[in-house]
């Protein structure tokens, strides 16, 4: 069996300030983009758009500081899913 990652992390770029804190608590996992300097995913690929919330998306095994950054970003704008459980962190 194939594992896939434990948790789906996900950035609004629609919600994200720019404000930071995720790239001063987690630089390993964020940065600011080149393209719209808001923050974005090191190595990632994954930009798709619904209903008008353009999003990046990333799959982890384990979360680090990843939970710290979004549970300090202001703008509530990085996501978290659990996906074995489905439930949103």
Do not use: W
């Not at 923050?39 to 353009?54: A, D, R």
């Not at 982890?60 to 509530?76: Q, S």
Request: aromatic fraction near 8%; include cysteine.
């Amino acid at each position: 069996m194939i594992n896939v990652g434990n948790y789906l992390v996900e950035i609004d770029k629609t919600a994200c300030r720019s404000f930071g804190a995720c790239i001063e608590l987690c630089p390993q996992y964020f940065h600011f983009s080149d393209i719209d300097g808001k923050s974005s995913f090191k190595g990632s690929s994954t930009i798709s758009e619904k209903e008008g919330v353009v999003s990046e998306k990333i799959v982890l095994d384990e979360l680090g500081c990843v939970k710290n950054a979004t549970e300090t970003c202001p703008f509530k704008a990085i996501h978290i899913t659990d996906l074995k459980t489905g439930e949103k962190l």
